[in-house]
């Protein structure tokens, strides 16, 4: 098995809203990622979970905040985002974070800021 | 820096095969991947190649590195219209991070 589960699907929310991204996979992964993808490009890392402690952040506006409560769960909260923020948000996992380390990517959120 | 490029678009026939290009700049790649995205979906991991290997088939898929001139290539046997999507080319070379193209739109029509 080499799902990894994202919900909700779809989002839409006003800038003033406070919202979650969820991320689950039971692959016994011990690393997870946040990935945004705008349109006709490519994704674009934002965080990176390793044994349930942040390793690395691109540099994300404050306006992201992730969560690793457990091995196998990854959330992305969301607060006083902007319009340009809109974007799918890709959850991924791998086994570790060493080199070549193959990551295996969720279906997605699609997050629509109006 | 890394870089990965790949061309932007093909467009090729039901039946025939279909070879997607790739070249990178890092030497020091020691996996590369081929991700699918089908519209509105995320990444579907199709094949990997470690960089000590020339080639690796599997089933339809045959990938090609050529280590010398930093060159992968895809090639998917009797192309099908369910294998319209994105293609994404990416390398990794350092801790946890991949690098990929900027995406191959391949186009079959029956």
């Known amino acids: 098995d080499t799902e990894v589960t994202q919900t909700p699907k779809h989002l839409v929310m006003g800038m003033t809203n406070k919202k979650s991204l969820k991320c689950e996979q039971h692959?016994?992964?011990?690393?997870m990622y946040w990935y945004k993808q705008k349109a006709k490009k490519p994704p674009e890392l934002m965080f990176v979970y390793s044994y349930e402690k942040l390793s690395i952040n691109e540099s994300v506006p404050s306006r992201f905040s992730p969560e690793c409560p457990n091995s196998s769960l990854l959330n992305l909260h969301l607060h006083a985002l902007q319009p340009e923020d809109s974007a799918l948000y890709l959850c991924?996992?791998?086994?570790?974070?060493?080199?070549?380390?193959?990551?295996?990517f969720g279906p997605g959120t699609r997050l629509l800021v109006l | 820096g890394e870089d990965v490029e790949q061309s932007l678009f093909l467009s090729v026939r039901e039946g025939d095969s279909s070879v997607i290009n790739c070249t990178y700049t890092d030497s020091s790649s020691t996996y590369l991947y081929w991700y699918k995205q089908e519209p509105g979906a995320g990444l579907q991991l199709l094949t990997y190649?470690?960089?000590?290997?020339d080639m690796k088939q599997d089933q339809r898929l045959t990938v090609l590195l050529n280590k010398k001139d930093k060159h992968l290539s895809l090639r998917i046997a009797d192309t099908q219209t369910g294998d319209s999507a994105i293609y994404f080319c990416a390398e990794s070379s350092g801790y946890s991070t991949l690098t990929f193209g900027k995406g191959t739109m391949l186009l079959v029509s029956p």
């Open positions: 190649i470690f960089s000590n290997m």
């Open positions: 991924a996992s791998s086994q570790g974070v060493g080199e070549g380390e193959t990551q295996y």
């Open positions: 692959m016994g992964h011990r690393a």
